[in-house]
């Protein structure tokens, strides 16, 4: 026993220090370096735009009804058929509306008669006021409803209000309709509008709207002008605020009701001062958007809060205070990273070797 004790002795007396201490003296590891991408944060270039999604609508578009109720007699424009402003594209059975004008005109000529008689009686002083006041008041009376009479068969009688296509006959021949039922909706052909819906970011932008324009799945190579007439001041279930456009130079694209187009917002430049980082160099700490500054591979990583404005459609995303155009910061795998840790920036792809072998 007394031997082994002494051969580990000798033993440990031969090991390095710096292993008999069990490292109470060891110094302590150096960061760990790892490879990152590292973007410039660079000027923002002012001029942001935003895209979206719509739907081409006509302008033009109505439910129409009669004025007078009646018996649906003829619709002679089949769907789809462009018509004119003023043509007749569906009437009532009027045969009640003639009589009643035809009895309506018949007094009021007796009426019209009389009152003339007493007129003349009355310039010359043979017939008194009260009778002179009485004989106009009752041709007013029956010339009202002989003008109404008029319209009413007048209206038995529905004619396209502009100038556009039948989009559908709500009525067939042969049914009894009231006053202000629809019986045929048309649709304009020449006149269009645009509907989008906006986010709320881009809402709240509003007043920094500079531009529009779109482009339609007929003409993809066209970009066609708008001009906003109206942008709703309550959102929808999703969320986003519908807007309406007008297109200004519509001739030049064949359009249709139902197309799908693609909005183009342009809003005004933004100051100076302002630049712009990938989406992916942003991350939360304690509530908190920061961001990985990196100064050289032999300097660690400092995290820094920055205030964010826009979020760009490209991937990028307006940095409005915490950052200045030119500092680098770590773009992409910043969870990967931790305050203290040296990163090595991630060589550039060779142009000439596409595959990424150097």
């Not at 307006?318 to 680098?328: C, H, M, N, Q, S």
Request: aromatic share 6%; charged share 25%; with cysteine.
């Amino acid at each position: 026993m007394k031997r082994n004790i002494l051969l580990l002795a000798v033993a440990l007396t031969a090991l390095p220090p710096a292993l008999v201490s069990c490292g109470r003296n060891r110094t302590p590891p150096e960061p760990i370096v790892r490879t990152a991408k590292i973007e410039p944060a660079r000027l923002s270039s002012g001029h942001h735009t935003s895209i979206y999604a719509g739907k081409v609508q006509a302008a033009d578009e109505a439910a129409l009804s009669f004025r007078v109720p009646g018996v649906v007699v003829r619709l002679p424009c089949a769907e789809g058929r462009r018509v004119r402003k003023g043509e007749v594209i569906a009437e009532l059975d009027a045969r009640d509306y003639r009589v009643q004008l035809a009895a309506t005109e018949a007094e009021y000529k007796q009426v019209k008669a009389v009152a003339d008689r007493v007129v003349e009686l009355y310039r010359r002083g043979s017939a008194t006021k009260d009778e002179y006041e009485k004989a106009v008041y009752g041709l007013e009376q029956i010339a009202a409803k002989y003008a109404n009479h008029q319209n009413q068969l007048a209206d038995a009688r529905l004619t396209a209000p502009f100038d556009g296509y039948i989009r559908r006959k709500i009525r067939k021949e042969g049914e009894t309709v009231g006053a202000g039922m629809p019986v045929i909706a048309m649709i304009g052909h020449d006149n269009w509008h645009i509907e989008a819906h906006l986010s709320v970011r881009d809402y709240a932008r509003r007043h920094d709207f500079a531009s529009f324009d779109a482009r339609v799945s007929t003409s993809p190579e066209q970009r066609l002008s708008l001009e906003l007439l109206e942008l709703a001041p309550k959102s929808n279930a999703s969320q986003l605020y519908r807007a309406v456009f007008r297109l200004t130079d519509a001739r030049r694209a064949v359009l249709a009701a139902g197309m799908s187009a693609e909005v183009t917002i342009r809003f005004l430049p933004t100051p100076d001062s302002v630049c712009e980082i990938p989406i992916e160099a942003l991350f939360e700490r304690d509530g908190n958007t920061c961001v990985w500054i990196f100064v050289a591979p032999d300097r660690p990583l400092t995290a820094r809060t920055v205030r964010t404005g826009e979020w760009r459609n490209d991937g990028y995303i307006t940095v409005i205070d915490g950052l200045a155009p030119g500092e680098l910061v770590v773009a992409a795998g910043v969870r990967s990273v931790k305050e203290g840790m040296k990163v090595r920036p991630l060589p550039p792809v060779s142009k000439t070797n596409i595959g990424g072998l150097r």
